[in-house]
Every structure is written in C-alpha cells, then in structure tokens.
C-alpha cells in the first residue's frame, strides 16, 4: 500500500546542534514526496518537495534527498535552532491526488 | 481570503448530537482535502474534493460522516450522531490542484464528552 514511517519522537537537541529526522516510504509507484511543518499554534505548511529519485529539497537550511535504493526521504539540517521547534511530518502523494502522512515528529530544542 | 479558513476553532458537543465543521479554501483553489489528527496518529486522509466532486472519500470513516462543496468553494464536513473517538483535530487543506503544495488551515478541535 500506500505508508510512510518516521521515527517517534521528541527529538530533544540543543541549539546548533545537527539534525536527522528519519522518513521512509512504501515503494508502490514513483511518489513526490514531502516534508510539512506544523508550528506551534499554526497550520501545517510545506517544508521542502522532491519529485523523483535523486532530487534534493531544500529550504530554511533543511534538506532531504530522494533515495529510491533505500526508500527514504530523511530530514536533516545543520545546525537547528529554537525557533525550528516544531511538529514534523513526512507525506508522499497517491495516484489520486492526496497525500499520506506520517506520524510526526516532535522535535525541540533548547538554547 | 489570504488564508484557509476554518470554523469554529473550538467545539464541544455531547455524544449523540450532530456537528458541522466549515472550512473556507483560498480564492482559486480548486482541490480541498479534509483530514484528521488524532494524538499520536498523524494525519488521516478524510474525503478530497476536486470542484464540487468527490472523486476520493476513501478515508471517511462511517457513515456517520458526510462532506459536501458548494460553488467551488465552501466545504462541510458533518458528523451525525458524535461518539467519543470523533474527538480530533478536523483540518482542512486546499490547493490550486492535486497534491503538490496544500495550504493548510489552523484546524477545528472537536471534543465530544
């Protein structure tokens, strides 16, 4: 079917400190695939995308890369700061235009 | 709208009785998609809408739950005869189409005591 899978949290980090939120997908068809953010209080918004295999998203210092040979979509970011505490959530889409989401992952971090 | 709007942000209701839940996409958007956050289970996919079709209601999970779209726009989502497992986060999404970038709104959390 269609699943994502991505660690449980809370991820618990201190400032600056390097970032890895783990994320991988089913292998049915050749999914774009998706990081959202839900910030305390506000909606979810997209993150970064990538749309086939090999791509990397980027942006606010975040990356993930499409990795088809190991099914994956991890989230990293170099150096996080307090304000990147935040709800995060991996999604791929379907043939059918919707997305399927992960569990979250809570992440905080402390000055 | 600059945003997705959702209403009302906050509802509680007693078991057994109907509640509707509105959500307003921005202007133009084309596909709304309605999901549910439950503690710990992520985001379940309810029913996306494509105009005022359904083309996908997959996720609804009784049928207790209905969802209609009216103009292209305004989306409710009703739930009849509310049990305690109804109680969640109700949001909404919209996009211009499909699923590359929904804008989400801030969501309706519905308790049912």
Same mark, same amino acid.
């Given at each position: 079917?269609?699943?994502?899978?991505?660690?449980?949290?809370?991820?618990?980090?201190?400032?600056?400190?390097?970032?890895?939120?783990?994320?991988?997908?089913?292998?049915?068809?050749?999914?774009?695939?998706?990081? @959202?953010?839900?910030?305390?209080?506000? *909606?979810? %918004?997209? #993150?970064?995308?990538? !749309?086939?295999?090999?791509?990397?998203? =980027?942006?606010?210092?975040?990356?993930?890369?499409?990795?088809?040979?190991?099914?994956?979509?991890?989230?990293?970011?170099?150096?996080?700061?307090?304000?990147?505490?935040?709800? @995060?959530?991996?999604?791929?889409?379907? *043939?059918? %235009?919707? #997305?399927?989401?992960? !569990?979250?992952?809570?992440?905080?971090? =402390?000055? | 709208?600059?945003?997705?709007?959702?209403?009302?942000?906050?509802?509680?209701?007693?078991?057994?009785?109907?509640?509707?839940?509105?959500?307003?996409?921005?202007?133009?958007?084309?596909?709304?998609?309605?999901?549910?956050?439950?503690?710990?289970?992520?985001?379940?996919?309810?029913?996306?809408?494509?105009?005022?079709?359904?083309?996908?209601?997959?996720?609804?999970?009784?049928?207790?739950?209905?969802?209609?779209?009216?103009?292209?726009?305004?989306?409710?989502?009703?739930?009849?005869?509310?049990?305690?497992?109804?109680?969640?986060?109700?949001?909404?999404?919209?996009?211009?189409?499909?699923?590359?970038?929904?804008?989400?709104?801030?969501?309706?959390?519905?308790?049912?005591?």
């Amino acid at each position: 079917g269609n699943s994502v899978t991505q660690m449980e949290g809370p991820v618990t980090l201190s400032e600056e400190a390097f970032l890895t939120i783990n994320c991988t997908y089913t292998a049915t068809g050749y999914p774009s695939l998706f990081w @959202y953010v839900q910030y305390p209080g506000e *909606g979810l %918004q997209l #993150l970064l995308k990538a !749309t086939k295999a090999d791509d990397k998203g =980027s942006n606010k210092g975040f990356e993930a890369t499409y990795r088809k040979e190991t099914t994956s979509f991890h989230l990293e970011k170099g150096s996080v700061q307090v304000s990147d505490s935040a709800v @995060y959530f991996c999604a791929r889409n379907t *043939g059918f %235009q919707k #997305l399927v989401f992960g !569990t979250g992952t809570r992440l905080l971090v =402390s000055p | 709208g600059a945003g997705v709007s959702q209403s009302p942000s906050n509802k509680v209701t007693e078991k057994g009785k109907d509640v509707e839940l509105r959500c307003d996409p921005i202007s133009g958007h084309t596909a709304l998609y309605w999901y549910r956050q439950s503690l710990g289970q992520g985001l379940e996919f309810l029913i996306y809408f494509q105009g005022n079709s359904a083309p996908d209601k997959s996720g609804l999970p009784s049928d207790r739950f209905s969802a209609e779209r009216t103009g292209g726009s305004v989306s409710t989502l009703t739930i009849q005869r509310t049990q305690q497992e109804d109680s969640a986060v109700y949001l909404c999404a919209s996009s211009l189409q499909g699923a590359e970038k929904l804008f989400f709104g801030s969501g309706t959390q519905l308790s049912v005591l």
